[in-house]
């Protein structure tokens, strides 16, 4: 794609996502529906009006950078130290279930083989693919719903983000049974030195912060600044600890946080991430999707596969949530919010093909598993919270 073709592009995508998600607001979706299903009107699956293109991933990728920063920034820090243990556990099951479900599901979808057998790793890494939680589309959706600052969406946003973290160190982990060169407990260690490295860092830049939020309260250069730490952050966390950047960028949100203008710059990063990143983002998923190359046989492999990952996360993280004490109704949420996939279960399914742990003709049925797990979860989300007062509504009139 030329430079000039790439600003077609951008026009295209940012009206019809607008367009779909004021369609979708209008039917009582949330507007993240719309825009997923703007990407499938204008892309290959549909009239192909725009491709996929470098440009587009890099903007997609600021766009759920920004996305997870912003949803640091809204965090309340007390709610995320009171949830930590649980979301760890939610998080350790989440994985574990889909990880052993997505192995039984491809051994007995082609017949079960020898531990150690080309067929054995390819049954593991589609278990892995479906470890990952996509926590953009779930942290947008609890936005939508007002939702994302509670006791239960803190709780789901943390949980995904350690979701992805250790769908990371398995995947390191199942790619070292297959390439010896591979050293798994590297990134269990990579992982523990980022966790030092932000609590550092953050304690260091956070004082900083304050310092200039006291001296210049309320004025751009500080959501400026902010916005440059969570493009650091993102950063650093790949390229030195071969942690996901939106582990890094959430973490950036977390150090900043607590300032007096968190608000304020959560606002400013918002009108970026609204007018064209976002958009950009949830489009994406549906130009990436092409259904032309489906045979008969990968339709119904693609439909159960979506149907085991969706139904094993729902199930590892609401049981043990209601083991943890939620209601039902609290416990189907967090199994619901959990379920998306996205940006993480591509990349493990792109490492896949790269180390021949995964047949290229499968990748469409991850791309199913993103589409359907988008589209159905801010709906199921919304069902599930109707006739419920809104936290800060809550917050509100217990102050009165």
């Known amino acids: 794609m030329d430079r000039i073709a790439f600003f077609r592009d951008l026009a295209i995508i940012i009206v019809s996502a607008k367009l779909c998600g004021l369609i979708a607001q209008k039917l009582k979706a949330p507007q993240v529906v719309g825009e997923i299903i703007a990407g499938l ?28 920063f912003g949803a640091g920034l809204e965090t309340n820090m007390k709610d995320l130290l009171k949830t930590g243990p649980k979301a760890l556990l939610i998080a350790i099951v989440g994985v574990a279930v889909p990880l052993v479900g997505g192995t039984l599901f491809y051994s007995c979808f082609y017949g079960f083989e020898a531990v ?9 890494f589609i278990g892995t693919i479906m470890t990952a939680t996509s926590v953009g589309i779930t942290v947008q959706t609890l936005k939508e719903l007002g ?7 803190t709780l789901i946003t943390s949980a995904a983000i350690i979701d992805d973290v250790i769908g990371i160190v398995v995947l390191t982990f199942v790619i070292g049974l297959k390439n010896p ?6 990134v269990v260690i990579n992982t523990g030195l980022f966790i030092v490295f932000s609590f550092c860092l953050g304690f260091l ?9 006291k001296l210049y309260p309320h004025q751009r250069r500080i959501p400026i600044l902010g916005l440059a730490l969570c493009m650091f952050m993102a950063f650093a966390a790949e390229e030195f600890f071969g942690i996901a950047d939106i582990t890094g960028a959430y973490v950036a949100g977390l150090i900043l946080c607590s300032l007096k203008d968190s608000e304020y710059i959560a606002r400013k990063v918002d009108i970026n991430s609204y007018m064209i990143f976002g958009p950009v983002f949830f489009a994406s998923i549906g130009l990436k999707t092409e259904f032309s190359s ?5 339709l119904v492999f693609s439909l ?20 943890l004490k939620y209601n039902t109704k609290d416990s189907l949420k967090i199994g619901v919010g959990m379920m998306t996939r996205g940006e993480v279960a591509l990349i493990i399914a792109q ?3 790269s180390v021949e742990m995964l047949d290229s003709k499968y990748f469409a049925s991850v791309i199913l598993l993103i589409i359907i797990s988008s589209v159905t979860t801010p709906i199921i989300m919304k069902l599930l919270y109707k006739g419920e007062a809104q936290e800060e509504q809550l917050i509100a009139e217990s102050a009165q």
């Open 41 to 68: 009107i204008i892309g290959p699956s549909c009239f192909h009006l725009v491709g996929h293109s470098d440009y587009l991933s890099l903007l997609a990728e600021i766009g759920v950078v920004m996305l997870m």
């Open 304 to 323: 159960l596969f979506v149907l085991v990952a969706l139904i094993t996360k729902i199930i590892g993280c609401g049981l043990v949530a209601k083991l």
């Open 116 to 124: 150690g057998s080309d067929e054995f790793y390819r049954a593991v």
């Open 351 to 353: 490492k896949g093909l």
């Open 147 to 153: 939702r994302l600052k509670g006791n239960i969406g």
């Open 205 to 213: 830049t956070y004082y900083i912060f304050k310092r200039i939020d």
């Open 294 to 298: 489906f045979t008969k046989e990968l």
């Open 181 to 186: 060169e591979s050293k798994p407990m590297d």
